[in-house]
């Protein structure tokens, strides 16, 4: 199973490993991935290994050849490919793996034993049901199913450690605001609306705030630390690596975050949650919405699905703090629910 390269993406292919573990309880499955999204999976029961990758490994004077021995050594008998790059099939095939299913274009079908045919952009389907193409085209069913997302007792561990040195007070909710995107600046919505939402929530929820800060975030976390007026606390001095984010993450009653990784860590521990969406099409993520609301703006240049925005980034300037705000007051009983249901939970850890 060779899995995408980004965080959120990983949580999204959850509901097809879960699939294929029901169609095949005796296999053995292994996960192929790059080592930064590694840690998401562990404790996961639907996989049992996990091979790690490098860049280099469709690279014909890098990694390639070590790649394709790697593969052959464990004898694998199907590769379900959840990447589109045509470097991703090379080594399935060079390596004469069985069954290769995955989807066409990039000069991949034949490369693949099982083509799903090439999927257009302009037609968004939910993640998880791409993958499940994947799946079905060997025969393997797949019907849907919830995101995943393991805590383990070292992440609760780590997670309480890491709360109790910012100073949060373990007997309140805590809400979570995630201001950074790893993808590209066009999914950032404004550190002062951050600011602001934070102060107005904090206030109806009796909530703590913590930024939930990426690598290379602090100015952003600084910002909103500033605007705020509201005490909110920040990890972007110290930022939690993926295990202690899903202990953080479970501790949390809201998140309030851009369209990236975290989010699907909140949607797969079916936490309330609002998302500030811009460049990029809600329908990709169109999964788990119970306790998700997406709040956007149409444009007439958008969903553009660039990194970086080359006009006024109207998309998310457009998206207003009431907005946001409204947003998650709808989701109030889920979030008063959810809070009570984690002080019960946690009840004495600090």
């Known amino acids: 199973m060779r899995l995408p390269n980004w965080v959120g993406d990983v949580v999204m292919a959850t509901p097809p490993l879960r699939a294929l573990r029901r169609a095949y309880p005796r296999a053995s ?5 790059r080592a930064y999204v590694a840690p998401v999976l562990r404790g996961f029961d639907a996989v049992d290994d996990v091979l790690l990758l490098d ?34 099939a090379l080594g399935p095939a060079l390596a004469r793996i069985p069954t290769r299913a995955g989807y066409a274009g990039e000069g991949r079908r034949l490369l693949l034993t099982h083509a799903v045919p090439r999927r257009a952009r302009k037609a968004p389907i939910p993640m998880p049901e791409l993958y499940g193409r994947v799946l079905r ?8 199913g919830a995101y995943e997302l393991p805590v383990l007792d070292d992440d609760r561990d780590e997670a309480s450690r890491r709360l109790a040195r910012l100073g949060v007070d373990p007997t309140k909710p805590l809400i979570a605001l995630v201001p950074g995107a790893k993808f590209g600046a066009s999914k950032l919505w404004a550190p002062e609306r951050f600011a602001a939402a934070a102060d107005a929530l904090a206030a109806r929820f009796g909530a703590e705030v913590a930024i939930l800060s990426g690598p290379g975030e602090g100015d952003i976390a600084r910002r909103i630390v500033a605007a705020a007026r509201s005490p909110v606390r920040t990890t972007h001095d110290d930022v939690a690596p993926l295990g202690a984010l899903r202990g953080i993450v479970e501790r949390c009653c809201l998140m309030l975050c851009n369209d990236t990784g975290p989010r699907f860590f909140a949607a797969a521990l079916n936490k309330p949650l609002v998302c500030v969406m811009g460049s990029t099409h809600p329908g990709w993520s169109d999964w788990a919405m119970e306790r998700q609301r997406v709040v956007r703006v149409d444009v007439p240049c958008g969903p553009c699905h660039l990194k ?43």
Request: with cysteine; charged share 25%.
């Open 55 to 88: 860049r280099g490994e469709s690279r014909p004077f890098g990694g390639l050849a070590r790649h394709v021995r790697a593969l052959r050594d464990r004898r694998f008998d199907a590769a379900f490919l959840f990447t589109n790059s045509f470097g991703t």
């Open 29 to 33: 499955i292994t996960a192929g991935m």
């Open 137 to 144: 085209a060997a025969g393997v069913p797949f019907e849907g």
């Open 308 to 350: 970086t925005c080359p006009l006024d980034h109207a998309c998310m300037t457009g998206v207003r703090v009431d907005a946001v705000v409204r947003a998650a007051e709808d989701l109030a009983p889920s979030v008063a629910s959810e809070a009570a249901r984690v002080a019960a939970r946690f009840a004495g850890v600090r």
